[in-house]
């Protein structure tokens, strides 16, 4: 009962004082949870732990953890403590020190649980973070159960509904371009009504005098608005933006035009003049394709994603190195089949011993590298979904791999 008439007492005392002067045993014993225990067990023991800001840090989780509540931040806090050495149960309250407010308080059970003061009518738990409300010209978060906790935002120009007041915007203060036309913009930056239709697009402010895309149409091609704009059609190529924000699509040179022929891959790749060789591992199979001789792999338009194949009509330098030649050797240079190719003199490819070169030095699983032929077939070591490396190397003047687990 003595303990009962003090917890009255401090509850009167902290709600008439406004908190002045108010020690963390008081915020404790004013909790009706602590009150109760304290009516229960009357010889319970009462403790008080300090933690500045910087301890709180350290030790967040935990506190988290105790109050249940995953959303604390770090602040300086009173741990009281509450024990009852005959029954070995406690209660715990957790006071945010900053803002004076208890911040949870529970008490065990006998079966071992927790039973939390912040609880509905109903006996369900309060939702931590539930609603941001206004509290002093700031914005606070506050639980389910109505109960204020620790700051969301801090307000510049006040709270209104939860939410910061800014500083007010001047409308029609500025123009300026919204999609492909003029609109008035308020001096925060929000758009608002349409100022002037442009028929061309808009650019800096003000519509576009004409189209940008004559230019475009002349070379045969035609415009896309680049904003809305997925990739040109089949046939076509992206080639340039206009001043407007307009995509120049321009016709590609058809693979027939330059005097080559398509190749496809697939079943019937012999059919389309495809040259192909197939090798399986572990985890792929790979498919090389090679246009026919005196032919070379060209950027040029084939329908369905074919790969054209044009003539080589010029000679390569002997001097320069292709990554996939364009060009024929001169009379009595042979073009190599490694890496970065060039033309040799064929009495030196004669005498060239390997059948099979490779670029990280042969066998090396700590190096990524390819291994050639002189026949033109290549393989480039690879790893693979399941962990394991697939090493390529040369082997008896041809190319054969491992697998490394």
């Not at 989780?61 to 741990?79: T, V």
Request: hydrophobic share 25%; net charge negative.
């Amino acid at each position: 009962m003595r303990k009962l008439i003090t917890f009255i007492a401090v509850t009167l005392i902290i709600l008439s004082s406004g908190c002045v002067n108010v020690s963390p045993e008081d915020f404790a014993m004013a909790n009706p949870l602590i009150s109760r225990f304290l009516e229960e067990h009357p010889n319970a023991r009462i403790s008080v732990t300090h933690f500045s800001r910087n301890q709180a840090e350290g030790m967040l989780d935990i506190i988290k953890k105790d109050c249940d509540n995953p959303y604390l931040e770090a602040k300086e806090y009173y741990r009281i403590t509450v024990t009852d050495n005959e029954t070995g149960l406690k209660a715990v309250v957790w006071i945010d020190w900053e803002n004076r407010i208890v911040e949870c308080a529970y008490k065990e059970t006998l079966t071992g649980a927790r039973e939390y003061s912040n609880k509905t009518v109903d006996g369900t738990r309060c939702i931590p973070h539930y609603i941001a409300k206004c509290h002093d010209n700031h914005v606070y978060w506050f639980d389910s159960c109505g109960n204020r906790q620790e700051k969301k935002e801090y307000c510049k120009h006040g709270c209104a509904e939860g939410k910061c007041i800014g500083p007010e915007c001047k409308s029609h203060a500025k123009i300026g371009c919204y999609g492909r036309h003029v609109y008035w913009f308020d001096s925060c930056g929000h758009v608002q009504e349409k100022k002037e239709y442009c028929e061309y697009g808009c650019k800096d402010g003000r519509c576009i005098e004409g189209s940008d895309c004559k230019e475009c149409v002349k070379s045969g091609g035609y415009c896309l608005d680049k904003t809305t704009a997925v990739s040109c059609k089949e046939g076509y190529y992206h080639a340039y933006t206009t001043p407007g924000n307009e995509v120049c699509c321009l016709p590609r040179k058809t693979c027939e035009e330059i005097g080559g022929y398509c190749i496809y891959p697939g079943e019937n790749a012999s059919i389309t003049g495809m040259i192909t060789d197939t090798a399986h591992d572990s985890s792929e199979e790979n498919v090389y394709s090679e246009c026919k001789e005196g032919y070379y792999r060209a950027d040029y338009y084939c329908p369905d994603n074919g790969i054209c194949c044009a003539p080589k009509k010029k000679y390569c330098d002997p001097e320069k190195e292709y990554e996939e030649p364009e060009c024929i050797c001169p009379e009595g240079y042979v073009m190599t089949a490694y890496n970065k190719r060039v033309c040799e003199k064929a009495s030196e490819a004669e005498n060239e011993s390997e059948e099979c070169k490779e670029t990280d030095g042969g066998y090396n699983i700590y190096e990524k590298g390819t291994a050639y032929t002189s026949d033109g077939r290549s393989l480039t070591d690879h790893c693979n979904p399941d962990g394991t490396l697939t090493e390529k190397f040369c082997k008896d003047g041809g190319i054969t791999w491992e697998v490394i687990r």
